[in-house]
């Protein structure tokens, strides 16, 4: 079973432009999470959408950042424009859904941002 | 407020030496308590996870942790440790009965001496 995929896995840009991160779950999985890291902080939690619609984006920094899930499969992040302080890791994460056991949630590999 | 503590941000052992790596957590309710490792250029691996039972958890790579609810914490061990297990690591708490976020601490980097 293939796991949570992130693409690109490297992305640099320049201050002021957009850039779209897309990440696509684990299939059958409900859950999609998104987490960042910028440098030096802690990995922190961005938004959590349910099939296709988000349950929790209290994490959300501000309005530059757009996060979709069209028919509840992949989810998308854009960046809109990208910032010197986007920089950092971004993470997906999904998990099934207490109906398939615990909130464990699967890691992807990650989206390095660079913002330059 | 939920949180997580690692109170050390950098780590270094001689390699075989044995490991500790410190985690407080401050949850309002039952946790479900994890260990992820981050290597150069990977992603987030779980190393273990502890919701019950057996407070002493195994995981991959020869790691342990030992849950103790009256310290609130969750350390991570290994009797010995290997080049190949300098990475960053994270512990994070989470809840195991509803879909929601993890919350993580800010990771300890651990260096290996040869």
């Known amino acids: 079973e293939a796991g949570v995929t992130q693409f690109p896995s490297h992305s640099v840009i320049e201050k002021g432009q957009t850039v779209t991160l897309r990440c696509d779950p684990i299939?059958?999985?409900?859950?999609l999470y998104w987490y960042r890291r910028v440098m030096g902080k802690e990995i922190k939690f961005l938004l959590h959408?349910?099939?296709?619609?988000?349950?929790?984006e209290s994490g959300m920094p501000n309005n530059r950042f757009l996060a979709e899930r069209t028919g509840g499969t992949y989810s998308t992040l854009k960046v809109q424009p990208a910032e010197l302080e986007d920089s950092g890791v971004y993470f997906c994460a999904s998990s099934p859904g207490l109906a398939g056991g615990l909130n464990e949630q699967f890691f992807g590999p990650g989206t390095r941002l660079t913002v330059l | 407020a939920q949180s997580v503590t690692q109170p050390d941000i950098h780590i270094t052992v001689s390699e075989g030496a044995s490991l500790e790596l410190r985690c407080n957590y401050s949850?309002?309710?039952?946790?479900?308590l994890f260990w992820y490792v981050q290597s150069p250029g990977q992603g987030l691996q779980l190393l273990l996870k502890?919701?019950?039972?057996?407070?002493l958890v195994q995981g991959i790579k020869g790691f342990e942790a030992e849950f103790k609810r009256s310290q609130s914490s969750f350390n991570l061990r290994k009797p010995s440790v290997h080049w190949s297990d300098a990475a960053e690591y994270f512990c994070?708490?989470?809840?195991?009965?509803?879909?929601?976020?993890?919350?993580f601490g800010k990771g300890t980097r651990l260096h290996i001496l040869p």
């Open positions: 994070a708490v989470g809840p195991w009965n509803r879909d929601d976020k993890i919350i």
């Open positions: 959408f349910v099939k296709e619609s988000k349950q929790d």
């Open positions: 299939s059958g999985h409900d859950n």
């Open positions: 949850y309002g309710a039952t946790p479900y």
């Open positions: 502890y919701f019950s039972g057996d407070t």
